[in-house]
């Protein structure tokens, strides 16, 4: 399995407030993503990177930010934290750019907004 | 944009039976990958299978293997012998061939899979 960890696991927070997910990979891999799960919709793509400071928006980038200062740490940041942000997030990572690679993903950071 | 989609929200199988998992999609492109993960209760996200666009064959995994019709853009899973620890969550996914800055993937809404005894 590809070393990628999330924190926190699991939070709480209420309407308002800023919060940062963190993602961490120690596989030196070069592309990043974050989705987001929700009943009905699936895996949707918020934002993803393809280098030390390359970032982009995804499908659902409205309401968050990211940044990414070294490989192996790919932050996400809700600025303001909604209730419609309560999600399950989940970090992903690949090598290469090839489709036939991989994404391997993290645990997974559930998110409640009050 | 490429969409996909899942019209089985629930499935069930009894155990050691063989069921099929339906997955659409919408594509103008002619080169692109397909993908089914898996998602137990864990909530951890394993790949089961993927198939290349420009492959003909289907692919096969052990008990896991895809009917990948491309003209009709239809890729569904079938798990044969189904054993209680199939039980999860399968997402449909499609990600786009080698171009563009970063290989980006498009999800299905996902079929849950029970297995009965």
């Known amino acids: 399995d590809a070393g990628i960890t999330q924190s926190p696991r699991h939070k709480v927070t209420e309407t308002g407030t800023p919060v940062t997910l963190r993602c961490h990979q120690t596989e030196n891999h070069r592309y990043m993503y974050w989705y987001r799960q929700d009943p009905g919709h699936g895996l949707r793509l918020i934002h993803y990177?393809?280098?030390?400071?390359?970032?982009d928006k995804g499908e659902v980038s409205d309401g968050y930010s990211v940044s990414r200062s070294k490989t192996e740490d790919f932050l996400l940041t809700l600025e303001s934290a909604t209730s419609s942000q309560t999600s399950v997030y989940f970090c992903?990572?690949?090598?290469?750019?090839?489709?036939?690679?991989?994404?391997?993903f993290g645990p997974g950071t559930r998110l409640t907004v009050l | 944009a490429q969409t996909v989609t899942q019209s089985q929200p629930e499935m069930s199988v009894q155990e050691a039976e063989t069921v099929t998992l339906s997955c659409t999609y919408d594509t103008s492109e002619s080169d692109y990958y397909l993908f089914w993960y898996k998602q137990p209760p864990s909530r951890q996200m394993i790949l089961v299978i993927r198939q290349e666009a420009y492959k003909q064959q289907n692919a096969t995994e052990n008990r896991f293997s895809v009917n990948f019709q491309k003209a009709a853009k239809s890729f569904s899973l079938k798990i044969s012998d189904s054993q209680l620890g199939d039980a999860a969550m399968y997402f449909c996914?499609?990600?786009?061939?080698?171009?563009?800055?970063?290989?980006?993937?498009?999800f299905g809404t996902g079929t849950r899979l029970q297995v009965t005894l």
């Open positions: 996914a499609y990600r786009e061939g080698d171009t563009g800055t970063a290989s980006k993937l498009t």
């Open positions: 992903a990572t690949t090598p290469l750019r090839s489709g036939s690679s991989e994404q391997f």
């Open positions: 990177s393809y280098g030390v400071k390359d970032t």
